[in-house]
């Protein structure tokens, strides 16, 4: 396995925004999944946004409009910006890596995870 490293969590008021990123290696064979995933406190863990290598990306409900997630293949790094930012977006946020195609981000499919990074959004 190998571990991703996530950075740029922190604090920022309702409304705000950030951007986080990831060092996040490709497979050498395709398909395969890059996601951002989230867990709050007392909460499961949910999946957040993906993308699917080659293909589209595919986000949760409660942030499409307002995240985006993409990837620079040349440095390797996966970002997810974050806009419009609510109090509910508070939690631990990682990266993760799985073969095949996101199909869902079912979390127990991803089997290469960071080590987290916080968001904490203030109303």
């Not at 990306?57 to 806009?83: E, H």
């Not at 939690?91 to 981000?105: D, K």
């Amino acid at each position: 396995q190998v571990s991703l490293a996530e950075s740029g969590g922190g604090s920022v008021q309702a409304g705000g925004s950030l951007r986080l990123s990831c060092y996040a290696p490709g497979y050498t064979y395709l398909p395969y999944c890059l996601g951002w995933f989230r867990q709050a406190p007392g909460k499961e863990r949910e999946g957040v946004a993906g993308i699917n290598l080659p293909g589209t990306t595919t986000y949760a409900d409660s942030v499409k409009g307002r995240f985006t997630i993409s990837r620079d293949s040349a440095t390797n790094t996966l970002y997810l910006q974050m806009t419009s930012l609510k109090p509910e977006d508070t939690a631990m946020y990682y990266c993760a890596r799985r073969r095949g195609y996101c199909s869902g981000l079912t979390s127990a499919l991803f089997g290469d995870w960071g080590q987290g990074t916080q968001v904490t959004v203030s109303s």
